[in-house]
């Protein structure tokens, strides 16, 4: 079978691998769809200190069921199925509180495991042993629940910064996952979404898809300023950082309102991961500065039921479908931000 295989730093290949064959508690399957992200391309440009090449990659993983393993109930052939990503131990302390997300021992898909730039896949009992095998609704499509896994990370991220019912959030970052924090907001009931991106190009090409209620270049205008300018002085309840940008967490802090939530959802590079934070806007503010690390199992069913009923559309967020043997092309359409959403289609 034909994949996309990781060797190097700057070395990823399009070649010929054996297929896989499924073992105890293990389910095969036939991907249909494995959408790429940000993270695909700084693993192959840097590698990852969890991946020991060669490594099939991708990680949001949709499919259908080819083979099912011995010991393995409730999934047949032909199930179509979403896989999750980030996958927790469910045994440690921190999966047993229900912090899955923050588990010590979690491994990944496309890491630890052979991922989904490939024309099957196996997916691990370790998936299986914590119900990350989603089966996906009636309706929804291969490419839409390849989605959801990053649906999932910004559910997890809008969970802990309790976004609601009448809250301005302010979205810095308009890739997909800044689109996604743009409909998630919307469905979870805040009254008004600004998105604030860099480039201007960008910016549109977002805003005409998610349609926020206000669009601000922060390349052209000073997005504090805009949004104090929006919220007649007040600021925003919620500013989530779907960028990779200490300067934008450093302005997220001084847009905010009083008792403001404030997402650290984008991390910084290893380089370059300190802020400057004014403290005293925290102290006098009550501010509530809050990470966020992928997703949990349930985030990502959740996401799936989001995408079925219509409350966060991602159809249209899919800009550009590739056949497997264009993955290493589609990472460079990623990393020049020509495309909202780019799937692969094996």
Known sequence: MKVVRFHAPGDVRFEEAPEPTVGPGEVKI???????????????KF???????????????????VETGEGV???SAGDRVQVIAAIPCGECAECKRGRMTICPNQVSMGYHFEGGFAQYMVVPKEVLKVDGLNRIPDGVSFAEAS?????????????LARVGEGDDVVVIGSGPIGCLHVRLARARGAARVFLVELS??????????????????????DPIEEVLKLTDGRGADVIITAAASGKAQEQAIQMAARQGRISFFGGLPKDKPTITCDSNLVHYRELMIIGANGSSPDHNKQALELVAT?????????????????????????ER??????????
């Open 30 to 44: 036939r991907v249909r769809n494995c959408s790429t992200c940000g993270t695909d391309v700084k693993i192959s």
């Open 47 to 65: 590698g990852h200190h969890h991946i020991h090449p060669p490594r099939v990659m991708g990680h949001e993983i949709a499919g259908e069921v």
């Open 73 to 75: 109930e409730g999934w």
């Open 147 to 159: 989605v959801a896994e990053p649906l999932a990370c910004a559910l997890n991220a809008q969970n």
């Open 200 to 221: 201007r190009q960008r910016l549109e090409m977002a805003a005409n898809l998610v349609k926020p209620d206000a669009a601000i270049c922060a390349g052209e205008v």
């Open 310 to 334: 219509g409350a966060v559309p991602v159809a249209d967020l899919i800009t550009h479908r590739l056949p497997l043997e264009q993955a290493i092309e589609a990472f460079g359409i990623v």
């Open 337 to 346: 931000g020509e495309a909202i959403k780019v799937t692969i289609e094996p």
